[in-house]
């Protein structure tokens, strides 16, 4: 059985950094494709940043040089650097996978994701 774990969230002032973690289990060969959306109170989930295996980063332009997407060495954690946080970025943060490799211009379309974390708070303070 397949399971995301989020960690990381928390509170943070504005200009502030977190990092959060994603951890996959139950699947041997792991994931090509995971990434990380944000469901801010009132709103749809949304794309923030995905991480291809095989290839490709790609991150919503809200995002863009202030959040960096990873993985370790053995593919099996997923990472997001978060710097420069803004109140903006206030949200649940939801871990993804898919369970095949996602061309770019699908990406950040939630529906092609397959498995989903419980999320993760992330709150910034003004």
């Known amino acids: 059985q397949v399971q995301l774990v989020e960690t990381g969230g928390g509170w943070v002032q504005t200009g502030g950094s977190l990092r959060l973690s994603c951890s996959a289990s139950?699947?041997?060969?792991?994931?090509?494709?995971m990434g990380w959306f944000r469901q801010a109170p009132g709103k749809e989930r949304e794309f923030v940043s995905t991480?291809?295996?095989?290839?490709?980063?790609y991150y919503a332009e809200s995002v863009k040089g202030r959040f960096t997407i990873s993985r370790d060495n053995a593919k099996t954690t997923l990472y997001l650097q978060m710097n420069s946080l803004k109140p903006e970025d206030t949200a649940v943060y939801y871990c993804?996978?898919?369970?095949?490799?996602?061309?770019?211009?699908?990406?950040?379309?939630?529906?092609?994701?397959?498995?989903w974390g419980q999320g993760t708070q992330v709150t910034v303070s003004s």
């Open positions: 993804a996978a898919a369970n095949n490799r996602l061309i770019s211009s699908s990406v950040g379309d939630q529906r092609m994701y397959n498995y």
């Open positions: 991480n291809r295996r095989s290839g490709g980063t």
């Open positions: 139950g699947r041997t060969s792991g994931f090509d494709t």
